[in-house]
């Protein structure tokens, strides 16, 4: 494996591990194919934009002769996998881009690593595709029970994986991630809009009673996990990466608000999310078993991510301030507070 396709590179994932193997792997090269949607943002790569090793190419993975041109250029012969539609709330509004994205591109995919004879396929999951676990944890073998479109999306393209594998023998692995945090993360999501909110001293919308239970890990810890399924998982297996400790949502938002000395009534509670999962939690011991091991605690993750936001405001301000940001959060939290008392 010398010539990396990375695709959704410019993503948070993504751009996280290709800085993780232009660090690690120094005979690799890598080239970044990502369609700059919203979330993808080439200042995430902007420590390696000048580095020989590094390429970016803007594409759709959903268009094949592209995928197929660059496949032929750049001589790829490892393919890692995180383009996706990948927030929750934005597939409750439109399901149908990510079926498109999560099924159909990693069709495309597929073709292209049958085509051009690749030595390994990595698909990027989520733990999200077993749906709600409320006791006990999942294993890679548990039956799928996906509860939002994007999960279902997500499961559909491990399963067409899956079928390439023992239809045709391409070698694939997956993986399948608790909740990632970590540098970059579109602020979108809860940790970093919960951060930089508390840093402007604006509510965090916190959904329901906020006892959703979910894995944190590092982003970083993550990466490591991948690269050793890359190099060393068995074709066809799936690989579930997390810390195994799970944290009421409600406590993440209290222990970011004492990190940044903001008053705990920042928290707001909202109407919860339509089917939103109470918990999730991972049985890692098949990644652990190769050698891999989460590296940070809740704590540590939470506070070198405070950090990083508190940091690198130059990155998410203008995100934040953009008229796309600005119209999708008043869509989705405008009215919805709630005089819930929480525990």
Not at 10 to 35: E, L
Not at 80 to 90: E, L
Request: hydrophobic share 35%; aromatic share 10%.
């Amino acid at each position: 494996m010398n010539n990396l396709l990375i695709t959704g590179g410019a993503g948070f994932i993504g751009s996280n591990f290709v800085h993780h193997v232009m660090q690690t792997h120094p005979g690799y090269r890598v080239i970044v194919f990502d369609k700059l949607t919203y979330a993808g943002n080439l200042d995430n790569l902007k420590d390696v934009s000048t580095d020989p090793r590094y390429t970016f190419v803007q594409g759709d993975i959903c268009d094949a002769e592209t995928v197929k041109r660059v496949m032929r250029e750049q001589q790829i012969d490892a393919i890692v996998n995180f383009a996706a539609d990948t927030h929750v709330d934005r597939s409750l509004m439109d399901a149908g881009t990510f079926i498109q994205t999560d099924v159909y591109g990693t069709y495309v995919l597929l073709e292209a690593a049958k085509e051009f004879g690749v030595e390994r396929y990595h698909q990027i999951s989520t733990d999200e595709v077993y749906g709600e676990v409320l006791e006990g944890r999942s294993t890679e073998v548990d039956r799928l029970h996906t509860r939002s479109p994007y999960s279902a999306s997500k499961a559909g393209g491990d399963l067409m994986c899956l079928a390439y594998f023992t239809s045709f023998g391409v070698p694939v692995t997956i993986t399948r991630g608790s909740n990632n945090i970590g540098p970059y993360q579109y602020p979108e999501k809860v940790v970093p809009l919960f951060i930089t909110n508390a840093i402007d001293n604006v509510p965090l919308p916190l959904y329901g009673d906020g006892s959703q239970m979910r894995d944190y890990q590092y982003v970083q810890d993550h990466c490591e996990g991948i690269d050793v399924v890359l190099h060393h998982g068995s074709p066809g297996e799936i690989y579930n990466l997390g810390t195994g400790v799970e944290t009421r949502n409600i406590d993440m938002a209290q222990l970011i608000l004492k990190l940044l000395g903001r008053s705990q009534s920042l928290i707001q509670p909202i109407t919860d999310r339509p089917g939103h999962d109470r918990r999730y939690a991972l049985d890692c011991g098949k990644i652990q078993a190769l050698g891999w091991h989460s590296r940070h605690n809740f704590e540590e993750t939470i506070e070198k991510t405070v950090h990083w936001y508190v940091e690198n405001q130059w990155w998410w301000r203008k995100i934040k301030s953009g008229a796309h940001y600005e119209e999708y959060y008043e869509r989705q939290y405008a009215g919805r507070e709630t005089d819930l008392k929480l525990a």
